[in-house]
């Protein structure tokens, strides 16, 4: 198997019921690296460009509600890089089914995730499809000086940004 990253997202729901912890538990089981994590509050025009994919579904405004965690009141996701030989691939399998009630009872979402009754699925996680997904989510959820490894190839810019500083 080749070297490749993913991106995992622990969504709104695993963080409000304190699943964080065994869900890196869980993907532990991998033996990748972690090679990128921080904590993102999602805006809608993130949340869109991730799930692009799904613009045309009547359930897509109730999907970036998820995760912008509108649902759950946590406005915020855990974003991680995981990285090593076939890791979409073995994250997928611990990961499970998209929908909870079709994923495997011992897999991550078949253990926490729930269907609402808006018929929203609350899986707790995200977990890149293939690595062409993985290289343009990472992207949109990293920079790359977030990142401890070069995963792609990058170019120095240099341009004067305003940002807040601590004072």
Known sequence: MAMEATLILIKPDGLKKSLTGNIL???SETKLEIVAAKMVRVSHALAAVH??????KPFFEDVLQYLMGEYHDRRKVMALVYYGEGAAVKCRALAGATNPEEADPVSI???YGRIT???V???CIHVSANVADADRE???WFQPDEIIVDLYPTQIVVE???KR???
Do not use: D, F, P
């Open 25 to 27: 538990t869980r993907l």
């Open 51 to 56: 799930y692009q994919h799904l613009k045309e």
């Open 109 to 111: 979402r078949g253990s």
């Open 117 to 119: 009754t808006r018929g």
């Open 121 to 123: 699925y609350e899986n």
């Open 138 to 140: 990472i992207k949109l």
């Open 160 to 162: 004067t940004v305003e």
């Open 165 to 167: 500083s601590w004072t």
